[in-house]
C-alpha cells in the first residue's frame, strides 16, 4: 500500500476506517485501496447523500456523512448535512434514550413533510399552469385566423383578438424557426396536454395531501410512545416503504401478533381502550372491538382511537366525557382547550379500501368538547 494511502488513514475517524475495511473485506492491499476510494470519493466530490443516523442495539446512535453499510439497524436519511447536524446538536443537548429517539422520529416525520409540502407547492404550479389552457387555445385559434399576417422568421405577431368583446388587439410569442402553421399547431398542442395535465395534477395533489395527513397523525403518536409504541411505528414506515425493513436474528423470540392496547378505567368501571399508533388503531377499531362498542376519536385532527368496552346506553356521562379526555389528552391537540372529539358505534366506522394505515371513516356521531386533563389520564390508567 503506497505511503499517500497510509498518511491518509490516520486522519479518519474509527467508523469510516471500520466502514473501509468492511468493504474491503478485511483483504489485502489490493483490495483495500479500492475500498479506501469507493468511500472517500463521494466526499471528495462534496456528495453526501445519504447522510444518516443509525440505531445499533445497546448501542448509541452514529451520526456520518456517507453510507455506513458495515453497521447494522435503523437508518434515517435525511435531505442535507445541515439537518443531520441540528439533530445531532439536538441530541447532544436532550441526552440518550427514549426522548432522544423521539426527538429523532419527529426530525424525520418534519423532514418527510418537507418534502411533500414542497411537492404539493409544486404541483400546484402545475395546475396554475394548465389554468392557461384556454389561453393557449385563444392563440392558436387567432393565429389559424391571422395567417396571411405573418411569415416564418418573426418573433411575434400582433393580430385582432376576437375574444375580445371591444375587439382589441393581443400579442402572441412565435417560434422563428416553425411556419405560420407549425406555430398555431403548437398552440393547440400545449392546449390539450395542459387541459389532459389537470386531473392527473389533481390526483397527485389529493394523494400528497393525505401522505401529509398520515406523516403529521404519526408525528403525534410519536409524542406520548413508549419504546414499544416506536418499534410499532418503525416496522409500519417498514411496511408503508418509508425506511428499509429490519433484519431480525433467528435467535430473537417472535413477536406478538397483536399489539398491546393501553387500558383504562372509567370512574364507573368500565374499560376504555386507546391505540397509541396506527397498528394499535387498527387492531382495537377493526379486529378487536365489538360492532355495538363505542368509538371516540378528535375532530379533524390526528389522534388516537378510543373505544368505550359498551354500547351509548350501557354507561353514564361521566365515563363518556372521561374516554373523550383520553382521546383529546392522545391526540395533536392535547395543549388546547375544549377539544372537540366525536363518538359513535363501531359498526358506523369503516375503513376505506387502500387507505394508509390507521385512517378510517365514520357516521352517525355526535361531538362533545373537552379540555385534556394529564391528571385524569394516570387516575384512569389501569
Known amino acids: 500500500m503506497d505511503q499517500q494511502l497510509l498518511n491518509t488513514f490516520s486522519g479518519l475517524s474509527p467508523q469510516i476506517i471500520k466502514e473501509i475495511l468492511f468493504q474491503a473485506k478485511f483483504s489485502n492491499r489490493d483490495t483495500l485501496p479500492k475500498a479506501f476510494f469507493d468511500v472517500l470519493s463521494p466526499v471528495k466530490d462534496h456528495i453526501y447523500q445519504p447522510q444518516r443516523i443509525v440505531f445499533e442495539q445497546g448501542a448509541k446512535e452514529t451520526f456520518s456523512v456517507v453510507e455506513l453499510t458495515h453497521l447494522d439497524g435503523e437508518v434515517i436519511i435525511f435531505d442535507n448535512v445541515m ?92 417560434d422563428p424557426q416553425k411556419s405560420p402553421s407549425e406555430n398555431a399547431q403548437h398552440y393547440f398542442k400545449r392546449y390539450h396536454k395542459l387541459k389532459n395535465s389537470v386531473a392527473v395534477v389533481e390526483e397527485q395533489i389529493e394523494r400528497a395531501e393525505e401522505e401529509m395527513a398520515y406523516l403529521d397523525q404519526l408525528i403525534q403518536q410519536v409524542e406520548t410512545a413508549s419504546p414499544r409504541d416506536i418499534e410499532e411505528i418503525r416496522e409500519e414506515l417498514a411496511e408503508e416503504g418509508y425506511m428499509k425493513r429490519r433484519v431480525q436474528s433467528k435467535k430473537k423470540n417472535r413477536k406478538p ?100 394505515p390507521g385512517y378510517v371513516t365514520y357516521d352517525n356521531q355526535t361531538t362533545v368538547y373537552v379540555t385534556p386533563d394529564e391528571d385524569l389520564v394516570r387516575t384512569l390508567r389501569k
Open 257 to 356: 401478533d397483536k399489539p398491546m392496547l393501553e387500558q383504562y378505567v372509567s370512574s364507573e368501571g368500565v374499560e376504555i381502550l386507546v391505540g397509541k399508533n396506527n397498528k394499535q388503531n387498527e387492531y382495537l377499531t377493526n379486529r378487536f372491538a365489538r360492532q355495538g362498542d363505542t368509538w371516540l376519536h378528535t375532530k379533524d385532527i390526528p389522534g388516537s382511537h378510543v373505544v368505550i368496552r359498551a354500547g351509548v346506553d350501557e354507561f353514564g356521562e361521566k365515563t363518556l366525557l372521561e374516554a373523550a379526555n383520553l382521546a383529546a389528552y392522545f391526540s395533536k391537540g392535547r395543549q388546547s382547550g375544549q377539544v372537540p372529539v366525536d363518538y359513535t358505534l363501531i359498526r358506523h366506522v369503516k375503513k376505506p379500501s387502500g387507505a394508509k
Open 83 to 174: 439537518s443531520c447536524w441540528i439533530v445531532i446538536i439536538q441530541v447532544k443537548r436532550s441526552g440518550t434514550g427514549s426522548s432522544s429517539k423521539q426527538m429523532i422520529w419527529r426530525s424525520f416525520y418534519g423532514t418527510s413533510l418537507i418534502k411533500i409540502r414542497k411537492k404539493i407547492k409544486k404541483l400546484e404550479k402545475t395546475l396554475s399552469d394548465a389554468d392557461k389552457a384556454q389561453q393557449e387555445q385563444r392563440y392558436g385559434e387567432l393565429l389559424t385566423a391571422h395567417m396571411h399576417l405573418f411569415k416564418q422568421g418573426v418573433k411575434e405577431v400582433t393580430v385582432t383578438d376576437y375574444y375580445d368583446p371591444e375587439q382589441g388587439e393581443v400579442t402572441i410569442p412565435l
